[in-house]
């Protein structure tokens, strides 16, 4: 399986420009999954409300995930990205699983990080695992990664390839990974973005070093710190059904699930 990131620098507020712009870099790509960074449609700021209304859209129906989904269907393949959400007068930072049979799967951050938590209701759906090319994925958006429960939870629940979208601005979570992928024996596509954003008082700037991490803790892919890149590597998705460390060892079944209530 063929699978992937595509890191570059969203244009805030420009959901136009961000949809035409992933079109364009991935229609001649070969990839069967493909991941797209945090918010990819609207940027990380915003300045006020009116900012946020107007990057945001509707799921599928908004042009952002038009985009995608034709996208996907185009190439016969899964494409997973980061949106800003509006449901119902509410505001989701989401991660969207946009499937080539026109269908779409949801996912809507549990834990916002910082000031996302002035704009977004946080998540209010259960962790899934989605079932695409003979394998299953799971969803969790940047900051979920400080949380070990939340790439555990999807691997119970039998998540191989976990799918991350991110706008990373700090240091530790492209080493973090690593444990992830390793601790629950999957597959890991961090797909972060890269530049910086400035709103009044506020600039960020943005990691970049998307990962993608192989179940034994292999680094197949590690993008620059500040170019567009897209990376695809081919992997053997089957190698994440293995839990076991050793013969006397399995991460599943050696957990001691009675010492772990606080
Ligand atoms: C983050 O969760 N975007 C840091």
């Given at each position: 399986m063929k699978i992937g990131f595509f890191q570059f620098k969203p244009e805030r507020g420009d959901v136009k420009h961000n949809a035409e712009k992933i079109y364009d870099s991935l229609i001649d790509k070969d990839f069967d999954l493909m991941v797209l960074p945090e918010l990819a449609n609207?940027?990380?700021?915003?300045?006020?409300?009116?900012?946020l209304e107007s990057a945001s859209e509707n799921i599928p129906s908004g042009i952002f995930s038009q985009t995608l989904l034709e996208l996907s269907k185009k190439k016969n393949a899964y494409i997973i990205s980061?949106?800003?959400e509006k449901?119902?007068?509410?505001?989701?930072?989401?991660?969207?699983l946009y499937c080539p049979d026109g269908s779409?799967?949801?996912?809507?951050k549990l834990h916002l990080f910082d000031s996302e938590k002035q704009w977004f209701t946080a998540g209010n759906m259960p962790l899934e695992a989605y079932e695409i090319h003979l394998t299953k994925i799971g969803m969790m958006v940047c900051f979920d990664w400080i949380f070990?429960?939340?790439?555990?939870t999807l691997a119970l629940r039998g998540a191989k390839i976990i799918c991350h979208p991110s706008n990373l601005v700090m240091p530790y979570c492209q080493q973090a990974m690593f444990t992830r992928a390793l601790e629950n024996h999957?597959?890991?596509?961090?797909?972060?973005?890269?530049?910086?954003?400035k709103v009044n008082d506020t600039?960020?700037?943005?990691?970049?070093?998307?990962?993608?991490?192989?179940?034994?803790?292999?680094y197949l892919a590690r993008a620059s710190k500040d170019s567009e890149e897209c990376i695809i590597v081919e992997i053997n998705e089957?190698?994440?059904?293995?839990?076991?460390?050793?013969?006397?060892?399995?991460l599943f079944i050696d957990r001691r699930m009675g010492f772990y209530e606080v």
């Open positions: 609207s940027g990380y700021l915003f300045a006020n409300s009116e900012e980061g949106v800003c449901f119902i007068g509410e505001f989701f930072n989401s991660s969207v779409y799967k949801i996912y809507r070990p429960e939340t790439a555990r999957v597959f890991t596509i961090t797909a972060n973005r890269i530049g910086s954003e600039e960020l700037f943005f990691t970049g070093e998307s990962v993608i991490v192989s179940p034994r803790g292999e089957e190698e994440a059904g293995d839990k076991n460390i050793n013969p006397n060892n399995n």
